[in-house]
């Protein structure tokens, strides 16, 4: 794909109607069971179908999935028909089924209802007490939105793969500094900060440096970038099999960074994380709500 291709690849509403080859993906796992038991009751939340409604009018001429683990047992019929029904007088919107993707189907990490050992403290292991289980629910959408991209770009040959989180509430989709960084390196993504506490016990955090998110990412269509996804997918597998318990906020974002860094050298020659980042994303109550396309 050329840079000029990839430049004016996404579409806006008054330019085209029809959907192009790029598709801008949400991923909903839900935690537990979910039955609808009243009126305006989805398996989704209906301020994230509100979301995607949005994002798809004002992109129109994009493709937009959402992706829900649609196993009856995490989601029944009903529900799943309510969400349906909610989207579907809008055209380029899907509802998919992350079932239908073979990795996420066959990997026993994301059997419904599947609990994992959870990490015991120093007294816990002396008195040999039961920390309990943990559903690592985290880890399990962090990893299925690798999974999705991977596979919009491998199998369904979409140009260029979006994931965003559902609180972002304008994707991007025209943004300046996003194509210069899709044409220049092929991925971009969002950056958020660390912060370090304050002396003062009163005080909010200081932020002391930028780091990347995972909650918006975006990657052209090359076999650099596939290979980078299936490489992230890999590591996260093996880091899992390895793994003998956890905590409830164990997550994909470590190996994220590590593999951001590593694409950044490759890439830029410097091993910035935050190379590839094009805006910055809330990652505490404490962050600037200065920063656009976030909802307070």
Not at 99 to 127: C, I, M, N, V
Not at 133 to 139: G, K, Q
């Amino acid at each position: 794909m050329t840079k000029a291709t990839i430049k004016n690849s996404f579409v806006h509403s008054s330019e085209a109607e029809k959907p192009s080859k790029n598709i801008l993906n949400y991923v909903w796992i839900n935690r537990k069971a979910f039955k609808s038991e009243k009126q305006n009751d989805y398996g989704v939340p209906k301020r994230y179908l509100e979301r995607v409604i949005e994002n798809a009018q004002r992109y129109k001429g994009n493709q937009f999935f959402l992706w829900l683990d649609q196993d009856e047992s995490l989601l029944d019929a009903e529900s799943l028909q309510d969400v349906k029904s909610f989207l579907a007088e809008f055209e380029n919107i899907e509802v998919k089924n992350l079932r239908d993707l073979d990795e996420y189907a066959s990997y026993d990490f994301f059997e419904p209802g599947k609990r994992f050992k959870r990490w015991q403290t120093p007294r816990q292991k002396a008195e040999k007490e039961d920390a309990g289980t943990v559903d690592l629910i985290w880890a399990r959408v962090d990893l299925a939105r690798i999974m999705v991209l991977k596979h919009c770009l491998k199998t369904l040959n979409a140009d260029i793969a979006v994931y965003s989180d559902f609180d972002i509430s304008d994707v991007f989709l025209k943004n300046k500094d996003l194509h210069e960084l899709l044409n220049q390196y092929g991925l971009a993504c969002s950056s958020g900060e660390v912060f370090m506490m304050s002396s003062d016990f009163y005080g909010a955090p200081d932020p002391v440096a930028s780091c990347v998110e995972n909650g918006y990412i975006a990657a052209t269509n090359t076999p650099q970038n596939i290979s980078f996804l299936e490489n992230l997918i890999g590591a996260t597998k093996e880091e899992i099999s390895q793994k003998e318990s956890f905590q409830p906020t164990d997550n994909g974002y470590s190996l994220f960074r590590e593999h951001i860094s590593k694409a950044a050298e490759e890439r830029t020659g410097d091993r910035n994380e935050t190379a590839f980042c094009f805006f910055k994303q809330p990652t505490s109550k404490f962050s600037d709500p200065r920063f656009l396309g976030f909802d307070y």
